[in-house]
């Protein structure tokens, strides 16, 4: 039976750190507004999720995408009563998220050398093109992959279309990624194959969905340090044809 050719990798929060600086300036946006408003009772939190969440569509995924979610949000919770040097200090929140230097996550690079020696390794991330652009330049890794994609949404269209490019059947294909929206369950539909590498930090937007505990083409990893084995074991799986959901 034919075995795993090719591994996808996720890139925010699977390869380097990325949230933790969104939830930072989340963190100082609500500082700003909370000299016009009670947090608590504006339901500040939630409704910038609102906002960006009915925003995705026209804006994309990304920094200039939360930034703009934040402008709004601020004039309307404060009923425009926010003063221009505060929004003017938003979009500085954007501009230091747009110049941060990328940071690995433990072992990754490791990890990512380990499985490439044995297999084709892909890139397939989202966001801002120009943001993920600059990362993927900056992190040291981008020889290491066949293919780097950035798209505008990871569900099963775009993972198909991908595949269908790569020549490659989904069941030969395995994702590893943060989101189990996202990296896992989409590829899974296609009958592919995944590693969740759960963050300790995840934005609202991926989270939701869950995959069942037993799930045969799936492995859940704790760093980055387990993820050759595990694709070992997943390209054992398939090539016995068999499901074990142990490494």
């Keep these: 039976m034919d075995s795993i050719a090719m591994v996808g990798f996720d890139a925010d929060d699977t ?4 949230q933790d600086f969104f939830d930072a300036a989340q963190l100082e946006f609500e500082r700003i507004l909370g000299r016009y408003i009670d ?11 609102e906002v960006e969440s009915r925003n995705i569509a026209v804006f994309g995924y990304g920094v200039k995408g939360m930034v703009l ?18 929004l003017h200090r938003i979009v500085g929140l954007g501009k230091d998220l747009l110049r941060h230097p990328v940071e690995l996550l433990p072992g990754v690079r490791e990890a990512v050398e380990a499985i490439a020696a044995d297999f084709e390794v892909v890139l397939i991330t989202k ?7 600059a990362k993927v330049r900056d992190c040291g890794l981008a020889g290491l992959f066949r293919r780097i994609e950035i798209v505008s949404e990871k569900d ?30 989409p590829v899974l539909a296609l009958g592919g194959w995944g590693i969740h ?24 990893v704790a760093t980055a340090g387990e993820l050759p084995a595990a694709v070992a074991a997943l390209a054992q799986a398939a090539r016995s044809g068999g499901f074990r959901n142990d490494c």
């Design 15 to 18: 390869l380097w750190r990325s």
């Design 39 to 49: 947090l608590a009772d504006a339901r500040a939190h939630e409704r910038l999720y």
């Design 69 to 86: 979610s934040m402008i709004e949000a601020a004039v309307e919770l404060t009923d425009a009563r926010i003063a221009a040097t505060d």
């Design 127 to 133: 966001g801002d093109l120009f943001h993920q652009e």
């Design 156 to 185: 099963p269209p775009t993972y198909a279309r991908l595949l269908e490019e790569f020549d490659l059947p989904a069941h030969r294909f395995v994702m590893i990624g943060n989101s189990l929206r996202s990296d896992i369950a």
């Design 197 to 220: 590498v759960p963050y300790h930090t995840t934005w609202a937007h991926e989270t939701g969905v869950e995959i069942a505990a037993d799930e045969p083409r799936v492995r859940i």
